[in-house]
């Protein structure tokens, strides 16, 4: 876990219908081999077109698909297995929250430049890539690759459609959101941010109003029922009208393991 918090890991551009592809290929029972052969297919012509490099940016890419949803690190494994669940019995229109917390749990770098994102977009409505990449140098170093895998992020993020260009070079506005009423869903999205916290806890309301969730409009929910929605949480008293979550000791997803 430790690892997976200090590594950028997520440094290409990824669209969401990779991720979709990806996705779908495991639903319809798949072998990793065929899936691995179908994303290089898939990706032939939209990265490093013509290159036959063995870790060129098609074979990186192809690395984080693989990772999200076909074979996540060995404490992720039982959220992956129910985001793919709740991808068979959700509407397309409502995939992108499970797509964006799975890489946001898989690669805590993905959720790093959201909460950046998210927190700039609440206080000044726009946010500059420059601003973004500065704010994560004092976290993750002064490295070129820290700001260049910021900018494919943030990229990833136009793609997605949840941030929007401006008229102004490098600058960016809100772009789609989508609520997100379902017990369910807001468990394991729950649980999915915790996977890229330290401590794996967080009070609930500043979880469920996180800027590293800043596309999603989690509806706030009584302990009750996100509690009757998941075996990985755990939601105890923190003050008068405050409740702390954690992700529950002993669960093959908690962090010790």
């Known amino acids: ?15 969401l219908e990779w991720l979709a592809e990806t996705a779908a ?7 990793k081999p065929v899936i691995q052969n179908t994303l290089q297919e898939m990706l032939r012509h939209a990265v490093s077109v013509g290159g036959q490099a063995k870790r060129g940016n098609r ?23 129910r985001g793919l669940e709740l991808l068979q019995g959700l509407p397309p229109r409502d995939h ?13 770098f993905w959720s790093a430049v959201a909460a950046q994102v ?5 206080l000044q409505g726009r946010v500059s890539a420059a601003q973004i990449q500065r704010r994560l140098r004092e976290h993750y170093g002064e490295r070129e690759t820290v700001a260049r895998a910021a900018r494919r992020v943030l990229r990833s993020f136009v793609d997605w459609g949840v941030v929007a260009p401006t008229d102004l070079r490098g600058i ?13 869903v807001i468990a394991w999205l729950l649980e999915a941010a915790l996977q890229s916290r330290a401590n794996g806890a967080a009070p609930l309301r500043d979880l469920l109003q996180s800027p ?5 409009v989690l509806k706030p929910l009584p302990r009750q029922y996100l509690l009757a929605a998941t075996n990985s949480l755990e939601i105890l008293p923190l003050g008068l009208d405050e409740e702390l979550v954690l992700l529950k000791k002993g669960d093959e997803n908690a962090l010790s393991r």
């Open 212 to 216: 590293s969730l800043f596309p999603l």
């Open 118 to 122: 998210g927190r700039l977009l609440r």
């Open 1 to 15: 876990m430790r690892q997976r918090l200090s590594q950028i890991g997520c440094s290409q551009r990824l669209r």
């Open 59 to 81: 074979e990186k890419v192809i690395t984080i698909l693989m990772k999200v949803w076909v074979a996540a690190p060995a404490p992720l494994v039982s959220l992956q297995q």
């Open 25 to 31: 290929l495991v639903l319809a029972g798949q072998e």
């Open 96 to 108: 992108l929250a499970i797509h964006w917390g799975m890489v946001s749990a898989v690669y805590p």
């Open 172 to 184: 960016y506005q809100a772009g789609r959101s989508l609520p997100v009423d379902d017990p369910g």
